[in-house]
């Protein structure tokens, strides 16, 4: 349970310092920061939501990490040590009980499959009205030629279908697995095929629908924050503004107008399409006047602006990352029935010392069941330490209570490696 806690936390919080970068970049304007830069920045943001970065960095770290004073290593592999842990001594923490934890990730747990589960149903109906509606392109059409052309243009041999559905009324593009192109049953006349069959190959060769899964699943695991929403909304704008970038970069200025007729004639078709499961032309009225401007002005990205775009995106990969650290140090965790490890960490300072004395000292302790067999022999009570009910840490056999000392054995006893030596 900890460890899921620790998780969630670490990934939601990472995740979220991205997104608020995102937030503080729209105060700059597009020529600052160009659309393939933003729409960048919000994978990068899902990324963080979605991977342990903290794991990941933690791992490559113990790489070059030092190794431990051999000294400390020889003992027999029967023998239990108890370290201490200086981190759990000198940091205080957010400590949650466990029936406050429990009912926290119930409810997230149930948020996230409810979530999941409307967005499957959500997918699986749209895609069954396509299928029940779906009809092949014929061979050697208009439709069929460019594809094949538009294919060889972009480099693409990924396999695509092309087929009509009149349950759609723009070109649209679905599918993770199998990927099609539907277009719509009528108006098909006042569209530029070539400039259709070009965007939505586009957005397959950017895997624009798989960024779009991975946002929706970011958005099940953290549905309660209201960042990773405005990101899904984000992914969705930046993806059709960068991919109308990316088409028209090589056009001319009448094929761009050409290409923003297209874009208007098949307006109308996205009001009832499900954005968050496929990529489409079309666009509604809120954006279309944003898509077109910025098509229509497109032009070489000058060096400056490339370099401050990277430098910023360098920038906030590593406030991330960096965050994303400090949460995993810095995660709740959840307060249950004192280990013998944490009892041990609480005993350091009552029975002999600070924890970096212990340390230097090179104090180990054993249970009864980890000593040797003579050390089992020499061993009593009276030279143990003990938890008996009602206490928090460990307590030698004196400072036990006369009732306490008659119901402890030697077998329930933890002995420290000093106690140990002097007997031998």
């Known amino acids: 349970m900890n460890t899921i806690l620790e998780l969630l936390f670490t990934l939601n919080v990472a995740g979220s310092v991205i997104v608020a970068c995102i937030l503080l970049l729209r105060l700059l304007p597009t020529d600052a920061f160009p659309t393939k830069w933003r729409y960048g920045l919000s994978k990068m943001s899902v990324g963080f939501y979605l991977l342990p970065v903290a794991l990941v960095l933690q791992c490559l770290g113990l790489l070059f990490t030092p190794k431990q004073n051999p000294s400390l290593s020889g003992l027999p592999m029967s023998v239990q040590q108890i370290q201490p842990d200086l981190s759990k001594v000198a940091i205080p923490e957010l400590n949650f009980s466990a029936d406050i934890a429990l009912a926290s990730l119930s409810m997230w747990g149930i948020g996230a499959l409810v979530f999941a589960a409307w967005q499957v149903y959500c997918y699986r109906t749209f895609v069954g009205k396509l299928q029940q509606t779906r009809i092949p392109v014929p061979e050697n059409s208009e ?5 094949t052309l538009m294919k060889e243009v972009l480099g693409m041999r990924s396999n695509v279908h092309l087929v009509y559905s009149s349950a759609v009324r723009s070109p649209v593009l679905v599918g993770l697995w199998k990927p099609a192109i539907y277009l719509p049953m009528e108006n098909t006349a006042d569209m530029d095929m070539s400039m259709v069959i070009r965007h939505e190959l586009t957005h397959l060769k950017r895997k624009d629908i798989w960024v779009k899964a991975f946002a929706m699943g970011a958005s099940a695991i953290h549905w309660f924050n209201p960042l990773v929403h405005i990101l899904r909304k984000d992914i969705q704008t930046w993806s059709e503004l960068s991919c109308d970038e990316e088409v028209v970069k090589e056009m001319s200025y009448a094929e761009r107008k050409r290409y ?18 496929c990529a489409f032309l079309s666009s509604d009225g809120k954006q279309l006047k944003r898509r077109l401007i910025m098509m229509l002005s ?14 910023a995106i360098i920038a906030v990969g590593a406030i991330g990352a960096s965050t994303a650290v400090w949460a995993s140090k810095n995660s709740p965790e959840i307060k249950t029935e004192a280990t013998i490890n944490d009892a041990t960490n609480q005993t350091i300072e009552e029975i002999g010392g600070s924890a970096s004395n212990t340390i230097s000292q090179s104090i180990h ?16 009570k009276e030279l143990g330490l003990y938890e008996p009910k009602g206490y928090d840490n460990l307590v030698p056999y004196e400072k036990l209570t006369p009732a306490e000392q008659t119901q402890v054995t030697k077998e329930d006893g933890i002995y420290t490696s000093e106690v140990i030596d002097k007997l031998k």
């Open 143 to 147: 439709a069929d030629r460019q594809l």
């Open 260 to 277: 923003g007729e297209t874009i208007l004639n098949v307006m109308e078709g996205s009001r009832n399409l499900p954005v968050q499961f």
């Open 298 to 311: 497109v032009k070489k990205l000058k060096r400056q602006t490339v370099i401050f775009a990277a430098t």
């Open 365 to 380: 302790y054993f249970k009864y069941d980890a000593l040797l067999p003579d050390e089992k022999e020499l061993v009593t």
